[in-house]
């Protein structure tokens, strides 16, 4: 595989996957902030356990090599805008709570010179007696949510801590998580958990399908993070095999898969490639449950099945972007479960500039990648590929490659030029 040059040591290109593991964030531990070097030229965060190197990105940085920058600065931040995440509630004691989240976001918001957050808890599913207290996924999707879109409210919808332990709980929440979004008239929902189709009843399928109708019917956004586990989902279920995640791999779902950025410290773009490596790698592939949709039709790479992921974004901790919490340790924010949200702030952007809600975007967003303006509003990452080592054996996956392709989707945004583009389409 060819590789993009790095900030730091470079990483095995394959992924060892783990069988049943819930495709959550692991995210950097904690690192000293960086400063402005003497040059004027931004220094570099870090984000690497016990001061090891882990480059990372400021939110700044961020918002520049994805092209949000200039739109921030005409007013396109997402005021009036609601965007709904699916998390886990916490337990006092848990493994993974170790925060509150109102605390944490304030300090992610003074560190970074950000707005403050317009921050909903929704505890009406899960049902929690301590609804504030937060994890790295939970506080990774809100603040790359707040960094793309930090005039936007983020609802955040609590299901279960014990969802993750049956399929059939985590279909259920997935259906209840859907139907509060849309009552609550959020403009774009976003989940960063996924598990193979293999693991879900064609009636579970069949509920969450339905509640998906509902949200396009009402207007809202759905987004899905593609998985971390490459070509086999991470959450496969019995024996690994190659296939695609729900509920990103349901066509009413944009797709969202990683990659492997390559910018500056100060943000500006270089480079992108397929996310594999020793960390993960990007979902991708063709779904065993849902046909082509029409606007799949006539991609060089198209099946006559569902092609996921639709779009991509950096999810590798190179270059992630950095997050902070209320003890003051920066992580990077890693896997699709960073892509998503990220893709998520940028609807709620076009939402603005659009005037309305603009739902169910995904034939919008493949207009925009068959027509001119492609290669203005998406980074096309050309190289790279999903394939798997386990120890059950190497399970070939897909390659990247020019447009559309199973591995990344069209690409990541270039936001300054594909917001405006989606704006102006027409709604599905």
Known sequence: MNKIPRHGPRRRPWLAAAPLAACLTVACASAALGGTA???????????????????????????????????????????????????????????????????????????????TRLHVVNTIAGSA?????????????????????????????VPASTTSSVANVAAAIT????????????????????????????????????????????????????????????YCGSPSVQVSLPASDPLVLGVGGTILDASPGGAYLGEMAWNDDTG????????????????????????????????????????????????QLRGDTGTSSSAPLWAGVIALADQEAGRHLGFVTPALYAIGRSRACHRAFHDVVTGDNSVLTPAGVFTGYNAGRGWDPVTGWGSPDAQYLVPLLANTERA
């Open 176 to 235: 209840k998580t859907i139907r509060e979004s849309a009552a609550r008239h959020a403009a774009v929902l976003s989940f960063s958990f996924s598990g193979g189709e293999h693991c879900f009843t064609r009636g579970e399928v069949a509920a969450m399908h339905a509640a998906l109708e509902q949200a396009r019917d009402q207007h809202v956004t759905v987004l899905g993070s593609s998985g971390d586990g490459g070509a086999v989902p991470a959450h």
């Open 38 to 116: 003497a040059s004027g030229v931004p220094a570099p965060l870090n984000c690497g356990a016990g001061g090891a190197p882990e480059p990372c990105l400021s939110p700044q940085a961020y918002e520049t090599a994805y092209g949000v920058t200039p739109l921030l600065h005409r007013g396109i931040d997402g005021r009036g805008e609601t965007v709904a995440m699916f998390e886990l509630a916490q337990t006092p004691g848990s493994r993974h709570g170790d925060g509150d989240i109102r605390q944490d976001l304030a300090a992610f918001d003074a560190k970074f010179r950000l707005p403050r």
């Open 130 to 158: 301590t609804p504030y207290l937060t994890d790295e996924e939970e506080l990774g999707d809100a603040e790359m949510v707040h960094a793309f879109a930090p005039g936007a409210a983020l609802d955040i919808i609590l």
């Open 281 to 328: 790698g990007s979902g991708g592939g063709y779904s065993s449950l849902f046909a082509r949709p029409s606007w799949q039709d006539g991609l060089d790479r198209a099946r006559a099945a569902r092609g996921v992921p639709d779009v991509s974004a950096n999810a590798d901790a190179y270059d992630a972007m950095a997050t902070d919490n209320s003890y003051g």
